[in-house]
């Protein structure tokens, strides 16, 4: 008896998801468990479902596919599906199992499924979703069980660092995220973001003042009262750009 497979559809076309669903109805070894229209419901369901194989659209609204990818923390069994160039050469790039640009014909797909479920354990890179040098993230996202958190890096008053990983502080409420500082230090726009110290990062218009707290130690008072220290090297950092 052939080996049977879980199948997970994620697209916010609702046609396109009919038509992969419509696809897989002659191949009786691969039952399709479930759809999802938006990335947060892919997320949840990909922890709970544990598919294995997912058809994944790249561009959709709120979370991309790549996005889900990194929430969900799923390197295998993944056949992306989209619309636009720009995002097939990118699924090439990373090695993914196969991608269908969309409008593909029935072929296209049985050819894609085949060699999808010949390397089926193939993993993608653990960066798919890290940006170019030169870009900088807009929003951070965080996943809490099957909850997942948009965090526009705008709304940032301070993130500080607590062993592996970072808390985010942002319009009051506060998140964990396992990442190292530096790493995050990195994604965050230069202009907006300063390492004032080696545990924490700040973002300078969330400052309300500064002030010499003893001898080359100075400390920052953001605008809703928290108070963080300020390092030497982080002082000469924050006079550059203030």
């Known amino acids: 008896m052939d080996k049977r497979f879980s199948a997970l559809i994620v697209d916010d076309e609702m046609l396109a998801r009919q038509m992969i669903r419509e696809y897989l109805q002659k191949y009786s070894h691969i039952d399709t468990i479930a759809e999802a229209a938006n990335g947060f419901e892919a997320v949840k369901m990909i922890a709970e479902l544990r598919p294995d194989l997912i058809f994944l ?41 196969d991608y269908l640009l969309k409008p593909f014909s029935e072929q296209r797909f049985d050819e894609a499924l085949k060699h999808a479920l010949e390397h089926l354990g193939d993993e993608l890179p653990a960066d798919i979703v890290q940006k170019p040098a030169n870009e900088f993230l807009e929003r951070i996202l965080i996943r809490e069980g099957t909850k ?39 994604q965050l726009p230069l202009a907006q973001f300063v390492r004032i110290h080696r545990s924490y990062i700040v973002n300078i218009e969330r400052i309300g003042g500064i002030e010499l707290y003893a001898k080359d130690s100075r400390i920052a008072t ?13 002082y000469q950092k924050i006079k550059k750009i203030m």
């Open 57 to 97: 659209d790249i561009q959709m609204p709120k979370l991309n596919g790549f996005e889900v990818l990194e929430l969900a923390e799923r390197r295998t069994g993944v056949i992306f599906v989209t619309a636009y160039d720009q995002f097939a050469l990118k699924a090439f790039e990373i090695h993914a199992l």
């Open 148 to 186: 997942v958190h948009v965090i526009p890096v705008d709304t940032i008053d301070f993130i500080e660092a607590q062993d592996d990983y970072v808390q985010i502080v942002a319009d009051g409420k506060s998140y964990l995220k396992q990442q190292a500082l530096s790493e995050l230090e990195s």
């Open 222 to 234: 953001l605008k809703n009262g928290k108070q963080i220290p300020i390092s030497r090297s982080g």
